[in-house]
């Protein structure tokens, strides 16, 4: 089978104001005036409830983060079959051992001068965990299942004119319904849009870039319309907001409109040059008045998978240096924020990766827009059941009723993004085994399918040899493999697609600047502190380390690329200590919780990113104790070889070659003997001279605070956040890697202390307190702006510590 998928260009459908003037189509975003409780025992809907004692918060808000944390909060008693458990342990900690679970109810009050007799009015929720009832003046309006899904209820008849309206929405989080920390609450945005009766249709534009020359490509606009006897103009707008190109057309079809549009000279998009164009449509009755007007984002860009070739973006073959990640912001909770995710994609890149999984459900806008921008290409996943149970309250209690209104959703919001090219309609989902399972699947690719032809679909499996027995695996567009690197060949040779897909690897356990002794690979290892070894060796049962994907993706072909299992730390699924309690996150990112780096993230910096140079020791050089000791040195680096210097002496040269996966990709002295002082590596470049070198050298006493700012101006729009990496150096200057001195965050200005996170997966401090112990000598404190411009101040202090401080601004 060959499957050519031909570029999609694409609107992310954004209604968006357009002022008094012309106020055929306004936006309203219900973002403050909210009110919430989880304290309810009566029905909290009625028009004349009084919700005046409950708490004030604003939108995107997520209740169970603010803590505490306790082990009793959904503490599941099971046996994980898809880990290889038979029998139920106590698994505390598996979904963050945060306060979600239960009923919260959300009120706000709000009026909408915009919205008049004869007018549509809808109300869009981006998600909402979970279970939404949606309640308007006293009135049920609707309800949807999944915490995760897009949705909209049109509220044209239920919306007062003139008048306040009352929304009031609950939302229940049952027990064991998640395998991780799902948050809780109103977690993204929730808006009204108001519209003429004649209009376009909510997510009902579709923009494809079918064919791409040199000189021209064809920008291919279906706009679904509500009315007759209309007509539509587009302007394609290049980066620079000039006029590439304007088109009218006046007949309707099957209730669409269909431009075919050519622009010159196109700029393509790629994650390397993320060009956007807009398209505007305006929408227009008979007599010339305009009745709607979209602004939509898109890129021309085409993609293909091909057998034994892969995937080609553009015409050129491309692999996917991804990685997954789960939906929450760390000491954010799942509650959405453009600035964290933003900070997220900055330090991916940086990594050099391309590309992101969203597992396992649907992204946020915010964070496809965001990839859009900078350049990320995307998987966007629905499903981490289908109609059989990984967990006894889990999306399998939907699947029947809501399995095709969630995609239909998920596609038709989304599918304007150039960033997304391939679809996952689940993961790991029991329904592997078992004849439904095949109709399952091919049912959701067909929905995919029939809403988006451009794209094909994936889904993560893990039980690669009974998909290969059963045809589950031949039918998918794309045969994704989670780990078990060794059944590539075989599922390769198996499988008619031609192609391979590591939609998960990887799995390597870590955590930043720990490291333990003696260094050797082991999987399933636990340590007395509930840590993992930074050596970057440990991994889980079915799991394997980064070096082994690694041979794959060079090796083979037919590997169109990986995604690792994570780009960052997220709360729950403390794997490998799930039994053990306080553990309360995960062990698996590149990055930490705090979005730290740990050693991993050179590795695969030193692969991935093709621009810059690497050049990174471990571990740190503070062994107090081990003096003597067999203290292994790794570097990871993008240079073959380099030479080692401990103190000075020469400790050999070291030369990647392919004894061994790890022989492979990292350089590695194993017989250090410790002593403090200063350990220097020197790489040589391809004709054997000095290219760079870097040191990493024994810390005395914690002496000062120092504070670094990811950004130094925010925005004053009450959103943005500056995060802040806080660590403490001795009196020379030297990082001490092992301090763990209590802090104290102080904010002065125009913002306020949002949280800080210090990326230990076993810390019960409470994120948003302003004070938290450091971890192996860091921690982030995120500082929020307010709606107010001005100097911003952070002081971070601590005993016997020369206090830190930031000077920081936010503007209009
Ligand atoms: C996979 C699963 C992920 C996560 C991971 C941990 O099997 O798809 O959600 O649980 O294992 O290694």
């Given at each position: 089978m060959?499957?050519?998928f031909?570029?999609?260009?694409?609107?992310f459908l954004?209604?968006?104001?357009c002022?008094?003037?012309?106020?055929?189509?306004?936006?309203?975003?219900?973002?403050?005036n909210?009110?919430?409780?989880?304290?309810?025992?009566?029905?909290?809907f009625?028009?004349?409830?009084?919700?005046?004692?409950w708490?004030?918060?604003s939108?995107p808000?997520?209740?169970?983060i603010?803590?505490?944390f306790?082990?009793?909060w959904?503490?599941?008693v099971?046996?994980?079959?898809?880990?290889?458990?038979?029998?139920?342990?106590e698994k505390?900690g598996?979904?963050?051992?945060?306060?979600?679970i239960?009923?919260?109810?959300?009120?706000?009050?709000?009026?909408?001068?915009?919205?008049?007799?004869?007018?549509?009015?809808?109300?869009i929720?981006?998600?909402?965990?979970?279970?939404?009832?949606?309640?308007?003046?006293?009135k049920k309006?609707?309800?949807?299942g999944?915490?995760?899904?897009?949705?909209?209820?049109?509220?044209?008849?239920?919306?007062?004119?003139?008048?306040?309206?009352?929304?009031?929405?609950?939302?229940?989080?049952?027990?064991?319904?998640?395998?991780?920390?799902?948050?809780?609450?109103?977690?993204?945005?929730?808006?009204?849009?108001?519209?003429?009766?004649?209009?376009?249709?909510?997510?009902?534009?579709?923009?494809?870039?079918?064919?791409?020359?040199?000189?021209?490509?064809?920008?291919?606009?279906?706009?679904?319309?509500s009315?007759?006897?209309?007509?539509?103009v587009?302007?394609?707008k290049?980066a620079?907001n000039?006029?590439?190109?304007?088109?009218?057309?006046?007949?309707?079809?099957?209730g669409?409109?269909?431009?075919?549009?050519?622009?010159?000279?196109?700029?393509?998009?790629s994650?390397?040059t993320?060009?956007?164009y807009?398209a505007?449509?305006?929408l227009y009755?008979?007599?010339?008045?305009?009745?709607?007007?979209?602004?939509?984002?898109?890129?021309?860009?085409?993609?293909?998978y091909e057998?034994?070739k892969g995937?080609?973006?553009?015409?050129?073959?491309?692999k996917f240096?991804?990685?997954c990640?789960?939906?929450d912001?760390?000491?954010?909770?799942?509650?959405?924020?453009?600035a964290?995710?933003?900070r997220?994609?900055?330090?991916?890149?940086?990594?050099?990766?391309?590309?992101?999984?969203?597992s396992?459900?649907?992204?946020?806008f915010e964070?496809?827009?965001?990839a859009?921008?900078?350049?990320f290409?995307?998987?966007?996943?629905s499903f981490?059941?289908?109609?059989k149970?990984?967990?006894q309250?889990?999306?399998?209690?939907?699947f029947?009723?809501?399995?095709?209104?969630?995609?239909?959703?998920?596609?038709?919001?989304?599918?304007?993004?150039?960033?997304?090219?391939?679809?996952?309609?689940?993961?790991?989902v029991?329904?592997?085994?078992g004849a439904?399972?095949?109709?399952?699947?091919?049912?959701?690719?067909?929905?995919f399918?029939?809403e988006?032809?451009t794209r094909?679909?994936?889904?993560?499996?893990?039980?690669?040899k009974?998909?290969?027995?059963?045809g589950?695996?031949?039918?998918?567009?794309?045969?994704?493999?989670n780990?078990r690197?060794?059944?590539?060949?075989?599922?390769?040779?198996?499988?008619?697609?031609?192609?391979?897909?590591g939609s998960?690897t990887?799995?390597t356990?870590?955590?930043?600047?720990i490291?333990?002794?003696?260094v050797?690979?082991q999987?399933?290892?636990?340590?007395?502190?509930?840590?993992?070894?930074?050596?970057?060796?440990?991994?889980?049962?079915?799991?394997?380390?980064?070096d082994?994907d690694?041979?794959?993706?060079?090796?083979?072909p037919?590997?169109i690329g990986?995604?690792?299992w994570?780009?960052?730390?997220?709360?729950?699924?403390?794997?490998p200590?799930?039994?053990?309690?306080?553990?309360?996150s995960?062990?698996?990112?590149?990055s930490?919780l705090?979005?730290?780096?740990?050693?991993?993230?050179?590795?695969?910096?030193s692969?991935?990113?093709k621009?810059?140079?690497?050049?990174?020791?471990?571990?740190h050089?503070?062994?107090?104790g081990?003096?003597?000791?067999?203290t292994?040195?790794?570097?990871?680096?993008?240079?073959?070889?380099?030479?080692?210097f401990?103190n000075g002496?020469?400790?050999?040269?070291?030369?990647?070659?392919?004894?061994?996966?790890?022989n492979?990709?990292?350089?590695?002295?194993?017989?250090?003997?410790?002593?403090?002082?200063?350990?220097?590596?020197?790489?040589?470049?391809?004709?054997?001279?000095?290219?760079v070198?870097s040191?990493?050298k024994?810390?005395?006493?914690p002496?000062?605070?120092?504070?670094?700012?990811?950004?130094?101006?925010?925005?004053?729009?009450g959103?943005d956040i500056?995060?802040?990496?806080?660590?403490?150096?001795?009196?020379?200057?030297?990082?001490?890697?092992?301090?763990v001195?209590?802090?104290?965050?102080?904010v002065?200005?125009?913002?306020?202390?949002r949280?800080?996170?210090?990326?230990?997966?076993t810390?019960l401090?409470?994120f948003?307190?302003?004070?938290?112990?450091?971890?192996?000598g860091?921690?982030?404190?995120?500082?929020?702006?307010?709606?107010?411009?001005g100097?911003?101040q952070?002081?971070v202090?601590?005993?016997?510590?020369?206090?830190?401080?930031?000077?920081?601004?936010?503007?209009f």
């Amino acid at each position: 089978m060959k499957l050519i998928f031909r570029s999609i260009l694409f609107v992310f459908l954004l209604v968006f104001s357009c002022g008094k003037m012309m106020s055929q189509s306004t936006t309203v975003v219900l973002k403050d005036n909210w009110r919430f409780s989880k304290e309810v025992t009566e029905e909290a809907f009625s028009v004349n409830f009084d919700a005046s004692k409950w708490e004030k918060v604003s939108v995107p808000h997520d209740w169970a983060i603010y803590g505490p944390f306790d082990k009793e909060w959904d503490k599941q008693v099971s046996a994980i079959e898809q880990n290889g458990e038979k029998v139920p342990t106590e698994k505390t900690g598996r979904t963050g051992a945060l306060p979600h679970i239960g009923t919260g109810w959300y009120r706000n009050t709000f009026s909408i001068p915009e919205f008049k007799k004869g007018k549509k009015a809808l109300l869009i929720f981006e998600g909402a965990m979970s279970e939404p009832q949606v309640f308007l003046n006293g009135k049920k309006i609707g309800e949807w299942g999944y915490g995760y899904s897009y949705f909209y209820i049109d509220i044209s008849k239920d919306l007062i004119p003139g008048s306040e309206n009352i929304l009031a929405v609950k939302l229940t989080n049952m027990p064991f319904s998640s395998r991780w920390y799902p948050g809780a609450g109103l977690y993204r945005k929730v808006s009204i849009e108001v519209k003429e009766e004649e209009s376009f249709v909510q997510w009902g534009t579709f923009i494809t870039t079918p064919d791409i020359k040199e000189n021209t490509a064809v920008v291919d606009l279906k706009a679904e319309v509500s009315g007759n006897n209309l007509s539509m103009v587009t302007q394609i707008k290049d980066a620079a907001n000039t006029i590439v190109a304007t088109q009218k057309v006046t007949e309707i079809k099957d209730g669409k409109f269909h431009q075919n549009i050519s622009v010159a000279k196109p700029h393509l998009w790629s994650p390397e040059t993320p060009y956007l164009y807009t398209a505007i449509t305006k929408l227009y009755a008979a007599d010339g008045t305009l009745k709607d007007e979209q602004s939509t984002k898109f890129g021309i860009r085409s993609i293909k998978y091909e057998a034994h070739k892969g995937f080609s973006l553009n015409g050129k073959v491309t692999k996917f240096k991804g990685v997954c990640l789960h939906h929450d912001l760390g000491p954010l909770g799942a509650a959405v924020n453009k600035a964290a995710l933003r900070r997220q994609l900055t330090i991916l890149k940086d990594m050099g990766c391309n590309a992101i999984r969203s597992s396992h459900n649907m992204p946020s806008f915010e964070q496809l827009e965001l990839a859009d921008e900078m350049g990320f290409m995307f998987l966007a996943e629905s499903f981490d059941e289908w109609a059989k149970p990984k967990v006894q309250n889990g999306y399998h209690r939907f699947f029947e009723e809501y399995a095709e209104k969630d995609i239909v959703n998920l596609v038709r919001a989304t599918r304007n993004h150039p960033c997304i090219v391939m679809w996952s309609s689940g993961n790991e989902v029991p329904d592997q085994y078992g004849a439904e399972g095949l109709t399952r699947a091919k049912f959701l690719q067909d929905v995919f399918h029939r809403e988006d032809p451009t794209r094909p679909v994936t889904v993560g499996m893990d039980q690669v040899k009974q998909t290969m027995a059963s045809g589950f695996g031949s039918l998918l567009d794309v045969p994704g493999l989670n780990y078990r690197v060794h059944l590539y060949e075989e599922a390769y040779k198996s499988f008619p697609q031609g192609f391979i897909l590591g939609s998960e690897t990887a799995s390597t356990v870590s955590s930043r600047g720990i490291y333990k002794f003696p260094v050797v690979q082991q999987k399933e290892k636990q340590y007395d502190d509930l840590q993992c070894s930074s050596y970057d060796l440990e991994a889980c049962s079915w799991s394997n380390v980064p070096d082994e994907d690694f041979v794959l993706q060079d090796d083979k072909p037919w590997v169109i690329g990986e995604f690792v299992w994570t780009g960052f730390d997220y709360l729950g699924e403390p794997t490998p200590y799930d039994e053990k309690w306080p553990s309360r996150s995960s062990y698996f990112g590149i990055s930490d919780l705090a979005g730290l780096p740990k050693d991993r993230f050179y590795l695969y910096r030193s692969r991935w990113n093709k621009e810059d140079k690497t050049l990174h020791i471990l571990p740190h050089w503070n062994w107090k104790g081990r003096e003597g000791e067999i203290t292994p040195v790794f570097v990871y680096t993008n240079y073959d070889s380099a030479e080692l210097f401990v103190n000075g002496k020469s400790m050999g040269v070291q030369k990647k070659n392919n004894s061994t996966p790890q022989n492979r990709y990292r350089l590695m002295w194993n017989d250090i003997k410790y002593e403090p002082g200063t350990v220097k590596v020197v790489a040589f470049d391809s004709n054997g001279k000095i290219a760079v070198e870097s040191e990493v050298k024994t810390a005395g006493d914690p002496y000062k605070i120092i504070l670094e700012a990811d950004r130094k101006v925010i925005k004053a729009d009450g959103d943005d956040i500056s995060f802040i990496t806080v660590s403490v150096v001795d009196k020379n200057g030297i990082p001490c890697p092992t301090a763990v001195n209590e802090l104290q965050f102080k904010v002065t200005g125009a913002a306020t202390y949002r949280a800080a996170c210090n990326g230990d997966a076993t810390s019960l401090e409470i994120f948003h307190e302003n004070k938290m112990k450091l971890f192996s000598g860091k921690l982030v404190v995120l500082v929020k702006s307010v709606e107010m411009a001005g100097i911003i101040q952070l002081e971070v202090t601590g005993k016997g510590l020369q206090k830190g401080k930031i000077n920081l601004k936010s503007e209009f």
